[in-house]
């Protein structure tokens, strides 16, 4: 009776190799199939959705919207119409934003450009800011708007708001270093 023995040979990989190691302001993004480090800023889906509006009330007879059962991967833009937009940072009165607990985030967006911050979520329901468990995302400054990399929310009726800006004000020329201010 013979033995066969195989001892597999182990292949060590580079720890760097694909996304393991992406440079900073860049992220492992997955595009037709493809994962590579990718700059978010050049590589997002667009959430153009008027219900997301902070100024959007709902009722009792309102479409009421869900975050929780998105497939969120990758990273996100805000816009309210034409206009870009972003996550509020203070916490957004109930039954806003197409839904009964808007969501916000807990501390400020980041200011450097290509600067990546990560944040809280929170939600408002029942007189609290933050009533259901949060969760974290990531948020990049690019050039002029901010991009999201958005996570699910524990449970439905949660869902993330948008609204303009006004922390941005823009000279004419676009490609000026200095084209946004603080106001």
């Keep these: 009776m013979f033995i066969l023995c195989f001892v ?3 292949l060590f990989d580079d720890p760097c190799t694909g996304c393991r ?9 997955t595009t037709n199939g ?5 700059d978010p800023c050049d590589t997002y889906t667009v959430l153009n959705d008027a219900w ?5 009330t709902v009722d009792y007879y309102s479409s009421i919207n869900c975050d929780m059962y998105i497939a969120w991967s990758g990273w996100y833009r805000f816009y ?7 996550i509020p ?3 957004v009165a109930e039954r806003r934003c197409g839904t009964y607990a808007p969501l916000w985030i807990n501390g400020n967006h980041p200011v450097q450009l290509n600067e990546i911050v990560t944040r809280t979520v929170c939600n408002a329901w029942s007189g609290s800011c933050c009533l259901f468990p949060s969760h974290t995302i990531q948020i990049k ?6 991009v999201y990399k958005l996570q699910q929310p524990s449970t439905c009726w949660l869902a993330y708001c948008a609204g303009i800006s006004t922390r941005w004000r823009w000279t004419s020329d676009p490609h000026s270093l200095f084209s946004h201010c603080w106001n």
């Design 89 to 91: 940072e203070k916490c």
């Design 8 to 10: 597999p040979h182990i």
């Design 21 to 29: 190691c992406c440079a900073s302001g860049t992220d492992c993004i």
């Design 52 to 56: 997301r509006s902070t100024e959007n």
């Design 141 to 146: 400054l690019c050039y002029g708007y901010y």
């Design 80 to 86: 309210l119409g034409q206009t870009s937009a972003q």
């Design 34 to 38: 493809v994962v590579q480090c990718l």
